[in-house]
């Protein structure tokens, strides 16, 4: 049996759910250690590092998996793509250690930051090649190597809080987890595909490491960046949506009210796991629909995600209104249940987003790139406008007003974004 030949896009489908839910359950399992082992002051600490880290991370990736992953007509090589991640990856570095040197964190934030920008751009390599599993259509190896980096980390998380009650050690072994599954799994499956011929692809075998400076095809490099830069402002901006409402907390309110906001947040991440199952399982065979004028074929495989996004909204809420009090005492502590009408926000808010994501992957299928940074810049200028007036007036319950109010307005951004062009 060809270790590079496609699976079906189910299996697929199913590798990719069962790597994400249990990744996601995992990165949950660290918020509830925090919570448990640690105190909401420390879970508002890993939030507001995440909060500064992710959106200039995102920046700097361009998103290059998901254009990796849908070059349908191998237009850029394996090696202009790693080239390109080595240096915006560098670049982010330095842009977050500037932002923790001008923002005059005090010590234990400022290295919170630090530790996790550091993982991030280990986690950037990993999503690399990510996106050369995934444009071959091997999402099980993606998937097995996401289980392994999640139960890990989750496990020494634990560990190390349990031992020192530092959140500085407990970053510092996520770190030294994600480097080991990069170097021991993600690195021999990459050169194992790159080093065959695919039989849907046949393409030459292409070398794993970077080439020498003076290698480097900077004008392919270019405009490499410049097809993706729209994505990386796009992708930049959608975790600014979910972050805003983070950086108005932690000034107004501080960082303990911060931890329970994140907290619960996080809860909406089951759902928002199965959609990005889907969507980046799909988004392959979306493009290729798309590509090749098979209109009825996307209609009908785009409309099956709408249909399962908006169920998984539906369920969301109906558990928060139902049973959200009494998860919130089980699951942190006791003290989180008197948070349950922000759970059912927060639901509605994500009920919304699964429709806006499912939107979102159709759209870098067609293809429909530029236009995305100036929806979305619309979504986070409502963020920004209602956060500023609802947080410092409302507390917590202006920061749920506020998501859901920039939940809505992605929807109808990128509604017209599709209907456009279709």
Not at 322 to 350: H, N
């Amino acid at each position: 049996m060809n270790s590079s030949r496609p699976l079906t896009l189910r299996k697929n489908v199913l590798w990719t759910f069962v790597g994400n839910t249990t990744y996601t359950a995992c990165q949950w399992g660290m918020l509830i250690v925090l919570a448990k082992l640690g105190s909401a002051e420390m879970v508002g600490q890993f939030a507001l590092g995440l909060a500064i880290t992710t959106p200039v991370i995102l920046l700097f990736n361009l998103q290059l998996r998901a254009i990796q992953a849908t070059d349908a007509t191998n237009e850029y090589r394996f090696g202009d793509y790693l080239n390109l991640r080595l240096l915006t990856t560098g670049l982010a570095l330095l842009v977050v250690l500037g932002m923790v040197w001008w923002g005059n964190y005090q010590n234990s934030s400022g290295w919170v930051i630090v530790l996790l920008v550091i993982a991030k751009a280990i986690e950037s390599i990993s999503d690399l090649l990510y996106g050369l599993l995934q444009q071959r259509e091997r999402m099980d190896r993606i998937a097995t190597s996401m289980m392994i980096k999640g139960v890990l980390s989750l496990l020494m998380l634990g560990i190390t809080i349990f031992l020192t009650r530092n959140i500085l050690w407990g970053v510092s072994s996520l770190i030294l987890v994600w480097a080991i599954v990069l170097l021991g799994y993600d690195l021999p499956n990459g050169y194992a595909l790159l080093t065959v011929k695919s039989d849907s692809q046949q393409q030459p075998s292409q070398p794993l490491y970077p080439q020498p400076l003076s290698g480097w095809q900077w004008q392919t490099m270019l405009r490499l960046v410049k097809g993706s830069l729209p994505l990386g402002v796009v992708a930049m901006l959608i975790s600014l949506n979910s972050n805003i409402p983070r950086y108005f907390i932690e000034h107004y309110l501080g960082q303990r009210e911060l931890g329970y906001f994140s907290a619960i947040a996080y809860l909406q991440i089951g759902g928002t796991t199965v959609v990005s199952a889907l969507g980046q399982s799909t988004s392959p065979r979306l493009a290729y629909y798309y590509a090749s004028q098979e209109q009825e074929k996307f209609y009908r495989l785009l409309m099956k995600l709408v249909g399962l996004s908006l169920g998984l909204g539906v369920a969301g809420i109906g558990v928060a209104v139902i049973a959200g009090q009494t998860l919130l005492g089980l699951i942190y502590q006791p003290e989180y249940a008197s948070y349950s009408s922000l759970l059912v926000w927060i639901m509605v808010s994500a009920g919304f987003w699964y429709l806006a994501s499912i939107a979102g992957y159709a759209a870098i299928a067609m293809r429909r790139i530029h236009y995305q940074p100036i929806a979305l810049g619309i979504v986070s200028l409502t963020s920004l406008l209602t956060c500023f007036w609802f947080i410092p007036n409302f507390g917590l319950l202006g920061a749920a007003i506020s998501v859901v109010l920039a939940s809505m307005v992605a929807v109808l951004t990128y509604a017209y974004i599709l209907l456009s062009k279709l």
